[in-house]
């Protein structure tokens, strides 16, 4: 029987990662994604639409599915989906790995507030500047919805779930996004502060470096631990080797 993989996905990486397990004969690849976006990427091999219904439901379906491998490359702010996982794979034996993309790290010039918490980012911004872009994701916008004397600009690849800001601007976009975009950007709209979760990767990383050109603060929200135990690997390759793949 081929050896089926189950990744968790809805990165960059995840759908890599399909792509070049699926081009390997005799491996089943399923993709699950939690169907948070109504226009997902085109995804390599099987695809499942949905949540499994906590630890027991993906536990389940993994015994059902008979899957050998679990490759949780969820964002690196999935942090109840890494704990689900963990404790999934813990409870069938199955073999899993995180693929987590390094995050990112300041350089000379960046002015970065850390925070561990979107409510951290919050309760600095009054301090900093009085227009923000936002680039948090559009969900838990409700951290920054008493903040009335600041004006937001929002930028998110479907529309926002309320609460928010009531001063509130949406742009809809998705990345990859030039340094040259960001920056017009930024000037176009007068912004004082960016707020960014620490996601890592090139794909969002421009918006960083224009904010550094325009000697902008910075306000970078840390990543969630990983859960104790967990095994974690930096890239696609890192996975190729975790599952003894990376030659062809």
Do not use: N
Request: net charge negative; with cysteine; aromatic share 4%.
């Amino acid at each position: 029987m081929a050896p089926h993989i189950l990744i968790l996905g809805g990165t960059t990486e995840a759908r890599e990662l399909a792509a070049v397990l699926t081009a390997r004969p005799g491996v089943r690849v399923t993709t699950s994604l939690a169907g948070r976006v109504t226009r997902p990427g085109a995804v390599a091999g099987e695809v499942r639409i949905g949540g499994f219904g906590g630890v027991a439901g993906l536990a389940d379906w993994m015994r059902e599915e008979h899957v050998d491998a679990l490759v949780d490359a969820t964002h690196p702010f999935a942090r109840a989906i890494t704990a689900h996982a963990a404790q999934a794979a813990a409870a069938t034996g199955v073999p899993s790995v995180v693929l987590r993309r390094p995050g990112w790290r300041p350089g000379p010039g960046d002015r970065w507030h850390p925070v561990d918490s979107l409510d951290g980012a919050a309760e600095l911004l009054p301090g900093l500047g009085r227009r923000v872009f936002l680039t948090t994701g559009r969900m838990e916008l409700a951290a920054f919805a008493h903040l009335t004397e600041l004006h937001f600009v929002i930028r998110s690849v479907e529309l926002p779930e309320p609460p928010m800001p009531p001063h509130t601007e949406v742009l809809l976009a998705r990345g990859p996004f030039t340094v040259a975009d960001e920056s017009t950007l930024l000037y176009d709209h007068c912004i004082d502060v960016l707020v960014t979760k620490d996601s890592g990767g090139a794909a969002t990383s421009a918006k960083l470096t224009a904010a550094r050109e325009l000697a902008l603060p910075v306000v970078v929200v840390r990543r969630p631990p990983l859960p104790d135990g967990v095994t974690s690997v930096p890239d696609v390759a890192g996975v190729q080797r975790w599952l003894d793949l990376d030659s062809p």
